[in-house]
């Protein structure tokens, strides 16, 4: 009997494996490495002086400083924030619970200026909060300033980045035996033994996880700080955008993004150790 023609040329056609890794690799070499080549190999034109230069330059460091506690402050309170909201979903059921957490799933696809812009019409000097202080309290001056300092930026980007942690501590807590928060609970635990002895063992991993990610996404936020308009708020992002597009310093914008590199893949590989151990500790398929 003879075989059938597709499987003829089926096999006619089969190619060594090496090969058929060159078009991924060609197209990564192109959009990806060849950009980033181009990067590392403009931020070392000016030698190691010129690294040492821009790094211990204060506008520099200032940025490195309100980056960091942007970051770290908003991804504190997207932890506290997500971590209360994620038990509540999960372990008190209420009306509309479900409702809010699909809802929660439809935030995640918002553009973070969004968020911004959102904020800025009710918190803003001419927003919705100001306008009926100005109104109640007969004052020409907008008695709400927070929002263009420190403080408004990092209540953006945790209203924003809050779901990324809250729906990782769900699916871990979708994970736990309702059985055995019954039989503690008989057993006379009380809710916070329960939440202690339960609850965040499971939720520590998603906890790693999410705030790495988190952490990785504030640091590198652009959007929200350049909607709002915080002029007194330079980070990282912030700063090489002046450099390259307001100052065309090429060079000294490609040390500082070189040095954000850094920092993202250390807190990526971070992320991916958490994320992994979360998958093994308890098979989810994130």
């Excluded at 931020?43 to 230069?53: E, K, Q, V």
């Excluded at 009306?95 to 009710?122: E, Q, V």
């Excluded at 909060?129 to 403080?151: D, K």
């Amino acid at each position: 009997m003879s075989t059938p023609l597709p499987l003829r040329i089926r096999r006619g056609l089969r190619l060594p494996r090496t090969l058929w890794l060159l078009p991924p690799l060609a197209v990564l070499g192109l959009v990806f490495f060849f950009p980033l080549y181009e990067l590392v190999q403009q931020s070392l034109s000016g030698g190691a002086a010129h690294y040492l230069r821009v790094l211990h330059a204060p506008i520099f460091l200032s940025a490195l400083g309100h980056t960091l506690q942007i970051g770290l402050l908003s991804t504190l309170g997207c932890l506290l924030l997500g971590g209360v909201l994620a038990v509540l979903l999960a372990f008190v059921p209420f009306p509309g619970s479900s409702l809010l957490s699909r809802f929660i799933d439809a935030f995640l696809a918002y553009p973070s200026f969004l968020i911004a812009l959102s904020l800025t019409f009710i918190y803003g000097a001419a927003g919705l909060v100001n306008a009926s202080l100005m109104q109640l309290l007969h004052t020409s001056v907008p008695p709400l300033n927070f929002l263009y300092t420190t403080t408004g930026v990092v209540l953006a980007e945790t209203t924003f980045y809050t779901p990324f942690v809250l729906r990782l501590l769900l699916a871990a807590f979708g994970t736990i035996e309702r059985a055995q928060i019954e039989v503690a609970q008989s057993l006379g635990a009380s809710p916070w033994q329960v939440l202690r002895e339960i609850i965040a063992p499971a939720a520590l991993p998603a906890l790693l996880a999410g705030g790495s990610l988190t952490l990785m996404l504030t640091l590198n936020e652009f959007g929200i700080i350049f909607y709002l308009g915080a002029k007194g708020v330079i980070t990282l992002p912030m700063l090489i955008y002046g450099k390259a597009i307001q100052e065309f310093d090429y060079a000294q914008a490609s040390v500082i993004a070189v040095v954000s590199i850094v920092l993202s893949l250390a807190l990526y590989a971070l992320y991916r150790l958490s994320f992994n151990r979360l998958q093994r500790d308890h098979a989810l398929p994130l």
